[in-house]
């Protein structure tokens, strides 16, 4: 059964870069047929697809972040990441790390499972 | 961007009761349509997927239909831990959209 937990600082300074970590317990992000992705949901909202990343290093990014974030992984560590620069109040939200059942070629479908979130507060 | 429109954005019904969810797509999507429940201070949880599967270990009470651009989450009888709100979401094509959610509170 695949796991997966955020882990980075809780509160980062605006302009700054807000970084966090994916670690995928209980299977390999190498094995392929997933994208792993990064979601977030700003308080009292809904949910906003941030990016993902295949285990090749294939990445799809929100237009609306692009300019600002690198979705990267780390096969040794079974980990992924996410960085978004130049942060804002506006990038303060529950971030979530998900798997997405997918292939290389583009194909999405569904978010099983989740990691349990963590809130990344923007403020100085 | 594909657009979607969940209705109603908040619901009061009562234990026992036939819920009905409707998720509209701006344009078509064939069936890349999934429901997730999330209750509060927890992460979404996968329901339905490819509009009308039921993911495993979800109750039977739970159903989905439709496709092209209009979907339903139906609760056919509800249960007190059903309280909670749902979250439509399209995979047909990126940037990947949710719905705004709906609140289903108990009356």
């Known amino acids: 059964q695949v796991q997966l937990q955020e882990s980075g600082p809780g509160l980062v300074k605006p302009s700054q870069t807000l970084s966090l970590t994916c670690t995928v317990s209980g299977g390999s992000i190498s094995s392929g047929g997933y994208y792993w992705t990064w979601i977030r949901q700003h308080p009292g909202e809904g949910l906003e697809w941030i990016g993902c990343?295949?285990?090749?290093?294939?990445?799809y990014y929100n237009p609306s972040l692009k300019s600002r974030l690198t979705i990267s992984v780390d096969t040794s560590k079974n980990q992924f990441s996410l960085k978004l620069s130049s942060v804002t109040a506006a990038d303060t939200a529950v971030y979530y790390c998900?798997?997405?059942?997918?292939?290389?070629?583009?194909?999405?479908?569904?978010?099983?499972?989740w990691g349990q979130g963590t809130l990344v507060t923007v403020s100085s | 961007d594909i657009q979607m429109t969940q209705s109603p954005s908040s619901l009061s019904a009562s234990v026992g009761d036939r819920v009905t969810i409707t998720c509209r797509a701006s344009q078509s999507i064939s069936s890349y349509l999934n429901w997730y429940q999330q209750k509060p201070g927890k992460a979404p949880k996968l329901l339905i997927y490819a509009a009308s599967s039921l993911q495993s270990g979800v109750p039977s009470r739970f159903s989905g239909s439709g496709s092209g651009t209009d979907f339903t989450l139906t609760i056919s009888s509800l249960q007190p831990e059903d309280f909670a709100t749902y979250h439509c979401q399209q995979s047909y094509s990126t940037p990947l959209t949710f719905g705004q959610g709906t609140r289903l509170e108990i009356k």
């Open positions: 990343i295949y285990y090749s290093g294939s990445t």
């Open positions: 998900a798997s997405d059942l997918g292939n290389d070629y583009g194909d999405h479908n569904w978010f099983d499972p």
